[in-house]
């Protein structure tokens, strides 16, 4: 078997002692309390995984693995509220436990959770595995701490319950420059996240979303859509650690936050770029920057009118700005043409539809288009996208190949100064298929209270 990220990386030196843990502080190595904040995971990839679990096969699983839960006295729960969607959760992992209460708004008091998610550490003798039962909307994990992997199955969690109730779920950043929303999705090491540290300093700006945000639309009387309206869905960031090369400030936070999988060097101090799945958990308001606490509550933003939608890429050859058409810019993201770096456990180029890796589909059947629901989740994205880029005019290319952060960031300031426009000539009901009228047709059927109560928490209700 593949023990690429299913080991302690020989970076951390973790003694042959301490190796069967799924979880180690940092501090029971060094010895040095600069590092209680530090929390090694054995596991530090996303492992094997069945997105297709029978009911059949998830009730023999959660027979077979959830007396560990009932036993273990470090056993905890927290239900999560996704972007109006509600995800119970089970755990007996220390680490999960401290990182997402801080990563995920909590879901209102007495609320039913929409899907279940059981995280189960210290199985003995099994490899880390993660199970997924579309139908009863029920996730099992074992053997993983690596809270990396519980927020990413919890966002695609989140997608399969909100996409049929008609929001979308968009993996990119964004923010509010002077009440107008402008997404950003890149592959990585396109310098997104250094682009959006320096406009976020722009006067006007505000910080909506680091990595994910949701979507839902206002129709005119016609049914053509109007407004997208962008929700945040991260309450502190899950942020790379490395990005403190390109934003020194960030090198004076970290140290400060949970932490998860940096090395130490021989003086004890944090390497932040050593190892391609160190985070840090981080309070949005440090990210805001200077000023009182009232200050930089300003500078953040919950919701936003989406306006804008740039995509980065670094080609040579190619010209630094390009406008698309919604046509060009759908294709794009379907294409999802991509470098793989931090998070993937891979390296080089290749395909991820979308640029989400956290579609809840096996990767080949989107490729392939194997499957009805790989098929259902084709449909959804690229309808999403349709609708946003009918709102938004389309999209723009900003390639940031031969730039220097300032002259990206002031093409990217010009981009965002361009009029909005609506794409008057674009009809996204083309991309409207027939299993997305099913899909609808069932939930607003089967569950039309659930419905209403996720639209008002996804508005922001305790509902």
Known sequence: MEKKGLEYDPIFKVPEALRDRHEICMQEITGNPRHANDV???????????????RAEMDDLLKQYLPLLEKDPRTKRLDIAAGGAVIGGLTNSPNVQRMEPYNWPQAPHGVKPQAMFYLVIDVPDKPPHFWYCPETRTAL?????????????????????????????????????DGRGVV???????????????????????????DWL???????????????????????????TDTALSQPVLGEIFPRCPIENVPVDEAGNYVWNAFENSRAM???LDIAGGGTAMEKQHKLARFTSIEKVVFLRREEGLPEVERLTPENAIHILYEGKMRYLSGSGKTGAGVERW????????????????????????????????TLFAVTGGAYYLNTANKTPAQSLKALEEIVAEPSCLALHFDPYVYRTRRIEEAFMKCSKESPEEVVATLKRFMGSRY
């Open 282 to 284: 981080v309070n949005s």
């Open 355 to 386: 640029l989400n890796p956290y579609v809840l589909v096996n990767k080949e059947n989107l490729i392939d288009h194997k499957g009805e629901r790989a098929l259902l989740n084709i449909d959804f994205q690229n309808y999403f996208f349709a």
């Open 184 to 210: 950003i999705v890149a592959p990585t090491g396109t310098g997104k996240s250094t682009l959006c540290a320096m406009l976020k300093d722009k006067p006007g700006a505000r910080i909506h979303s680091d």
């Open 141 to 177: 994990s074992i053997n993983s701490s690596y809270y990396g992997e519980k927020k990413s199955r919890g966002l695609g969690i989140g997608m399969d319950i909100l996409q049929p109730m008609g929001i979308h779920s968009i993996h990119g950043s964004c923010l509010d420059i």
């Open 40 to 54: 090694l995971t054995r596991v530090t990839a996303r492992g094997a995984s069945n997105y297709e679990t029978s």
């Open 214 to 240: 949701y979507v839902m639309f206002n129709y005119d009387e016609e049914g053509r859509p109007r407004l997208a309206i962008g929700r945040y869905s991260e309450l502190w960031y899950y942020m790379r």
